[in-house]
């Protein structure tokens, strides 16, 4: 049978509450970007050094073991630069450029990294983004957190009107009815390191030290309650 009544009788008065929770937790992976750039006037030897740069980058990413999450090859350019010859075209130059991402779930290991790939030649890094495992208990917990928050509310007023909760009759996310489109957040900050071009004398690679950035999470719920008749 249809409920025709949303918002309750005097036999059965509803209570509507929401429950918030806010949680800081550490990250549990922090991902950079490698771009490995590379240029030539031939157009087989600049693919021939890409291709040997970036199984150098990947054999050293891999050396780090259980340290590296996930290793991923992203986009892969390699693009004619055109000048002017007389009356026609003619191709200058080539530019090669190949994308690596990578995550790591042990940040001492990250920041060793991040100051070899930063070293290398035509190498740049961009990172780190701080996240948490799509898995991460830590959804579990803020949505746990919201749930008792909305259920203490909810006793708070009936406790206000001398009586208790007699059930719940509904609990829900906010906009589950009509869910807006998804979005991605930002990760936290980043960095860039460009190494240097060849060429000039080499200076000592600095180490860098990675803070991880604290994550923030949020949950909000909707819940509605049946409260016990109060005697106003």
Same mark, same amino acid.
């Given at each position: 049978? #249809?409920?025709?009544?949303?918002?309750?009788?005097?036999?059965?008065?509803?209570?509507?509450?929401?429950?918030?929770?806010?949680? @800081?937790?550490?990250?549990?992976? $922090?991902?950079? #970007?490698?771009?490995?750039?590379? %240029?030539?006037?031939?157009? %087989?030897?600049?693919? *021939? *050094?890409?291709?040997?740069?970036?199984?150098?980058?990947?054999?050293?990413?891999?050396?780090?073991?259980?340290?590296?999450?996930?290793?991923?090859?992203?986009?892969?350019?390699?693009?004619?630069?055109?000048?002017?010859?007389?009356?026609?075209?003619?191709?200058?130059?080539?530019?090669?450029?190949?994308?690596?991402?990578?995550?790591?779930?042990?940040?001492?290991?990250?920041? @060793?990294?991040?100051?070899?790939?930063?070293?290398?030649?035509?190498?740049?890094?961009?990172?780190?983004?701080?996240?948490?495992?799509? *898995?991460?208990?830590?959804?579990?917990?803020?949505?746990?957190?919201?749930?008792? !928050?909305?259920?203490?509310?909810?006793?708070?007023?009936?406790?206000?009107?001398?009586?208790?909760?007699?059930?719940?009759?509904?609990?829900?996310?906010?906009?589950?009815?009509?869910?807006?489109?998804?979005?991605?957040?930002?990760?936290?900050?980043?960095?860039?390191?460009?190494?240097? $071009?060849?060429?000039?004398?080499?200076?000592?690679?600095?180490?860098?030290?990675?803070?991880? !950035?604290?994550?923030?999470?949020?949950? %909000?719920?909707?819940?509605?309650?049946?409260?016990?008749?109060?005697?106003?």
């Amino acid at each position: 049978m #249809t409920d025709t009544q949303p918002y309750g009788t005097p036999d059965q008065p509803r209570l509507a509450v929401h429950g918030e929770a806010h949680l @800081e937790v550490d990250p549990e992976l $922090a991902g950079i #970007t490698i771009t490995i750039t590379t %240029r030539g006037t031939d157009r %087989r030897a600049t693919l *021939d *050094d890409l291709t040997r740069r970036n199984t150098h980058v990947i054999d050293l990413i891999k050396t780090y073991g259980t340290a590296i999450d996930t290793l991923e090859t992203g986009a892969f350019t390699l693009t004619p630069q055109l000048t002017r010859h007389g009356r026609g075209e003619r191709v200058r130059t080539y530019h090669g450029n190949v994308r690596i991402t990578t995550q790591l779930t042990d940040f001492t290991a990250l920041g @060793e990294l991040t100051t070899r790939l930063a070293d290398l030649e035509l190498t740049r890094v961009d990172g780190p983004w701080w996240s948490l495992r799509h *898995d991460s208990p830590a959804y579990s917990d803020v949505r746990r957190r919201a749930v008792q !928050q909305a259920v203490t509310r909810a006793r708070e007023y009936a406790d206000a009107l001398d009586t208790t909760l007699a059930a719940l009759v509904e609990l829900s996310d906010p906009g589950a009815d009509n869910p807006a489109p998804g979005y991605s957040g930002p990760f936290g900050g980043s960095r860039s390191f460009a190494a240097p $071009a060849p060429g000039g004398a080499p200076e000592p690679t600095p180490a860098l030290d990675l803070e991880p !950035q604290r994550q923030t999470l949020h949950a %909000r719920v909707n819940a509605r309650f049946i409260m016990t008749p109060p005697s106003l």
